[in-house]
C-alpha cells in the first residue's frame, strides 16, 4: 500500500478477491462462482455481462455465456500499474471500458492531481461513474481506496470525493486512505497528505485510516514469529506473510503483498453483512449514522482479528473472549494507536461466524470497564453478526472505532509538514501549477489544525460532568 504498486493474489477468504490499488479507484470485491455466474452475495459488487460473440449475420456464437465484471472504476495517471493488472490471471473480472489511464504519472505532486488531472479528466470520470451506477438497482455507496503519499492517489483520489458528493449528494463515500509511514520514499509525501487530509475533512463520510508502518510491523512481527519456528506447519510455505521472508529480502523491503492482504481482509468483514445473511447484519450506512456524532470526526480506527486469512496459516479454533480481547490490544491496530488509552465517542463490532448475540453482550460487559467512552454515550456500541465465517476460520471480528486515538496519526504527519515546510523545500513543484497558491497550504494546515484541535476538546471532557461539557458540532 502506499507506494505499493501490486494487486492483491487471488485467494482469499470466500473466495473472494480484493482488488486494492493503491492509488485512487472505486472499490470493488470479487467472488468467482465454477460456473462463472453471480448470486446476491456478489450482486453488490459485480454485475453478469453476456460475452457471446455476434456473427455477421446477427446470430450469437456459441461460447461463455456470461462473464464476471466488477462494478468499479480504476483511475491511475500511470498506465503501469493498470496494464500489469490487465495481464494479470484477474484481467478478464475488470471492464476495459471502466478504466482511466495517462502516460505521465503525477509526479508525487498532489497539485497535478488535484488540479491538472482532475480538470482534464472529470467529465471523463464522472461518463464512468454514472455508467456503472445506473446499472445498480439500489446505490448504497462509493468505497474509495488510495494513498495519501503520492500524486494520484492523494490529488486526484480526493479530487474524486468532490466529483462525487456534487453528482450524488445523498450516496455515501467511504474512504480507505493509506497513510505514509515515516521512512516514506517520497519526499513531498508530507505535503501531499496535509492537502489530501483537507478534502478528507471535507468531502468524506467515513475515513479508514490505515498506516504503512503500522502494517509493516504486523508483518514484521508474524516474520519474527515464522523464523522461531514456534507456529510449526501452522504457516504455508507460499503465503503471504512468509513470501517475504529469506536470504533474498533486502533490509528495507516493505512486502507489500502481505500488507495488501490485511487490508484485504479489513474490506471483506466490513462488506460481509452486504453479501451475507445472519442475525443481526448492519448496512453501510448505519456505520456512518453511529459511529460518527461530529461532522469531521468520521476517521474511524480498525482492528481485525485474524489478521491473516486461510491462504497464508492454518489457523486452530482460537477462543471466543481472546478475540474480543485482541481486537482492543494496540498489536491488532492498523494505525500506530492504543484505543484502551484514549476515549472511545462510539465502537463497532462486526463478527463472523458461529456467535450468538449472548456472546457478543458478555463480551462488551467484560470489556467495559477498561475501555473509556465519552460520558453522554456510555452505551455507544453498535453489533453486527454475519453467519458466514470466512473460509478456514471459524470466527472473524472487527472492530471500528471513533476514537480519539487517531489524533496521533495527525499530529505527526503536521510535524513532518512543518520541518519540510519551514524551509520551502520543494515548494515550487507545487506553486508552478495553475490555480495552486501558498494560501492553499496554510489552509489545509489550518484545517488539520482545527480537526487535532477537536480531539484535544474531547479528551478534555473525560474527567468533566456532562453539564460541563463544551458543546461541539453535531453531525446532521
Sequence with gaps: MGRCVTTTPPEFPDRFFQFSRPLAFIHVLVKITERGIYDEAISSFFRNVD??????????????????????????????VVNEMLQGPLRDVFDSKQLITDISGSGNNWAVGHKVFGSQYQEKILEKLRKSAEQCDCLQ???????????????????????????????YRFVTSVYPSSEDDVITSPYNSILAMKELNEHADCVLPIDNQSLFDIISKIDTVVKSGKLGKTVKPKSLVTSSVG??????????????????????????????????????????????????????????????????????????????????????????????????????????????????????????????????NQEGWKTSLCSVPPVGHSHSLLALANNTCVKTTFVELKERFTRLYKKKAHLHHYLQVEGMEEGCFSEAVSSLSALIQEYNQLDATKSMPVQELPRLRIAV
Design 51 to 80: 460475452t457471446r460473440a455476434v456473427g455477421d449475420g446477427g446470430s450469437i456464437s456459441k461460447g461463455r455465456i456470461c462473464s464476471l465484471k466488477a462494478r468499479a472504476v480504476l483511475i491511475d495517471m500511470e498506465e503501469g
Design 141 to 171: 455507496c462509493f468505497f474509495i481506496i488510495h494513498s495519501m503519499g503520492g500524486g494520484t492517489g492523494s490529488g486526484l483520489g480526493t479530487f474524486l470525493l468532490k466529483v462525487l458528493e456534487d453528482e450524488f449528494p445523498e450516496v
Design 247 to 376: 536470504a533474498s529480502r533486502k533490509r528495507h523491503q516493505k512486502p507489500f503483498d502481505a500488507m495488501n492482504n490485511i487490508v484485504a481482509n479489513l474490506l471483506l468483514n466490513l462488506t460481509s453483512s452486504a453479501r451475507f445473511e445472519g442475525s443481526l447484519n448492519m448496512d453501510l450506512n448505519e456505520i456512518s449514522m453511529n459511529l460518527v456524532p461530529f461532522p469531521q470526526l468520521h476517521y474511524l480506527v480498525s482492528s481485525l482479528t485474524p489478521l491473516y486469512t486461510l491462504a497464508d496459516v492454518n489457523v486452530p479454533p482460537r477462543r471466543l473472549d481472546q478475540m474480543f480481547s485482541d481486537a482492543f490490544s494496540k498489536d491488532h491496530q492498523l494505525i500506530r494507536a492504543d484505543p484502551k488509552h484514549n476515549l472511545y465517542l462510539a465502537c463497532a463490532l462486526m463478527v463472523r461466524g458461529d456467535v450468538q448475540i449472548s456472546d457478543l453482550r458478555r463480551n462488551i460487559e467484560r470489556l467495559k470497564p477498561s475501555l473509556q467512552f465519552v460520558s453522554w
